[in-house]
Structures are given as C-alpha cells and as structure tokens.
Nanobody, 130 residues
Framework: QVHLVESGGGSVQAEGSLRLSCVAS????????MGWFRQAPGKEREGVAA???????????YYADSAKGRFTISRDNAENTLYLEMNNLKPEDTAIYFCATRTTPGWVPVPLFPSDFTDWGQGTQVTVSS
C-alpha cells in the first residue's frame, strides 16, 4: 500500500515562498504519476501541479493556470520525494495541500483531476496573509 507524507506547510506573508515535500513509500509500479492538489474551505479539491514519466523516461509537468510561473513541481526518484516550490504566494493560495499519486499504468493526458489519482496523503496547511 502506498503511503504519502507531506511536510513544509506553514504561514507566510503575501509574496513569500514555501517548499512542500512529499515522501512516498510502498510503490509497486515504477512510473507513478505524482501531483499536488489543494482544497480551500468551502471549495472543491483542485489540481495544482503534476509530473508524469513517459516510457522513455522523460518527465512531463503540468500546472494549473493559477500555479504557472509561480510554482515548480519536481521529484527526487532516489529519495522517493516529490516537491512543490511555491513563490510569490498570494492569500488565495491559502488551502490544505495534498500530495497524490496514481499507481495504475496508462498515460493520462492532463493529470490534474482528483479522479485520476489513486492514493492521497493527509495534507499540509498553507496560510498566506496579506
């Protein structure tokens, strides 16, 4: 069973930065899609960024419009760790951020929808004050 543990959340002022980490364990599939989602109070969970590896070994990254130019997703395969570097944070970025993975084979055209993912972490709170 896949186990995901997020860390790195916290409180920052607008225009500040945070780096989220997600340590994964228990994989049986060697090319899992991994992503970051967030959920603000009263809102649905939404995709922020994701990374998908092709059969040739190339990593493809995907970003929600709200994250483009400010957030960067990356992963360290040796450490089984996923990162989300968040810069120029805005109050509207305030949410619980979840790490997620999809462990079933198959290419997903745009893996930014919760239904595309099979396993989830518990989340880490990010609060941005103005």
């Amino acid at each position: 069973q896949v186990h995901l543990v997020e860390s790195g959340g916290g409180s920052v002022q607008a225009e500040g930065s945070l780096r989220l980490s997600c340590v994964a364990s228990g994989y049986t599939y060697n090319r899992p899609i991994m992503g970051w989602f967030r959920q603000a109070p009263g809102k649905e969970r939404e995709g922020v960024a994701a990374v998908q590896r092709s059969a040739s070994g190339a990593d493809y990254t995907y970003y929600a419009d709200s994250a483009k130019g400010r957030f960067t997703i990356s992963r360290d395969n040796a450490e089984n760790t996923l990162y989300l570097e968040m810069n120029n944070l805005k109050p509207e970025d305030t949410a619980i951020y979840f790490c997620a993975t999809r462990t079933t084979p198959g290419w997903v055209p745009v893996p930014l929808f919760p239904s595309d993912f099979t396993d989830w972490g518990q989340g880490t709170q990010v609060t941005v004050s103005s």
